[in-house]
């Protein structure tokens, strides 16, 4: 009778987190990288950030490590609260898995800018109802007037979002774009979000038990979405750009590949 070798026919089972990190090609990796004194507190906080997300554990290992190993090389943070960059799951449907991608944040972006040391100020403005008063007849340029009182002002809805740097030289630019722009740039290049999806969820038409489904950050944090993408308009249209800066933009929304190549997904 013959016997079926059922070891032999059972799929490789995934290593975990902490698992793979341990390796000795890995560590060694990160070693080159990080170098050896942060090497586990490197390690402790990749396990942290996967054990807290159970959409990240079921992304490749090699895309989470390389995303926080970008990050840590541009020396950001990967806190949440800090918001200088993530590390998202996505579903890669050609290959058929989830890989974890690199994003900036906006905070990432106004980080690395302040440290050329040539902006003397970075910042984005959420416009409420009121405070956007057309363009200048004769410069083209948008004219705001801002509501003093801030208890009048934040009980007014949003109709826009303003970012603007002003350079040391006394260089100044700014960029303003409606909520409703916004809204459209979000639908067309984040695959993981939906403007129908989203207005539903404002007017309260999703259940609770089913938001779990919307992970992207355009949905739970829309102004914060709002203000990296246009803090990385402003930058890579005006700005002066560093090394790092031009490195972190082109890594932004990519997963990065072993060899180091990126594969952008959305």
């Given at each position: 009778m013959a016997v079926n070798n059922t070891l032999t026919k059972r799929p490789a089972q995934r290593l975990g987190m902490t698992a793979y990190?341990?390796?000795?090609?890995?560590?060694?990796?990160?070693?080159?990288?990080?170098?050896?004194?942060?090497?586990?507190?490197?390690?402790?906080?990749?396990v942290s950030a996967v054990q807290s997300n159970p959409a990240l554990q079921e992304c490749t290992n090699p895309s989470i490590l390389s995303a926080a190993l970008l990050g840590e090389s541009l020396n950001l943070s990967p806190s949440a609260s800090l918001g200088q960059f993530w590390i998202i799951p996505f579903n890669n449907k050609k290959k058929g898995v989830k890989e974890a991608q690199f994003q900036l944040g906006a905070n990432g972006y106004k980080q690395l800018a302040m440290r050329t040391g040539q902006y003397k100020d970075i910042d984005f403005i959420e416009i409420h109802e009121g405070e956007y008063k057309g363009r200048d007849k004769f410069t083209g340029k948008q004219v705001f007037e801002f509501i003093e009182d801030d208890d009048v002002r934040e009980a007014l809805p949003v109709v826009g979002y303003m970012a603007y740097f002003e350079l040391l030289n006394g260089f100044r630019k700014s960029v303003y774009w409606t909520k409703s722009k916004m809204e459209k740039h979000a639908d067309q290049y984040s695959q993981a979000f939906s403007l129908d999806a989203y207005r539903k969820i404002q007017e309260g038409k999703i259940p609770a038990n089913e938001l779990w489904k919307y992970s992207s950050y355009w949905y739970?944090?829309?102004?914060?979405?709002?203000?990296?993408?246009?803090?990385?308009?402003?930058?890579?249209?005006w700005g002066i750009l560093s090394t790092e800066l031009i490195t972190a933009m082109d890594a932004d929304m990519a997963v990065i590949n072993e060899g180091g190549t990126k594969s952008y997904v959305e």
């Open positions: 990190l341990n390796q000795d090609a890995v560590k060694a990796q990160i070693t080159s990288i990080v170098g050896s004194k942060r090497g586990t507190s490197f390690i402790t906080s990749i739970s944090n829309f102004a914060g979405m709002a203000e990296k993408t246009l803090i990385k308009h402003l930058l890579s249209k």
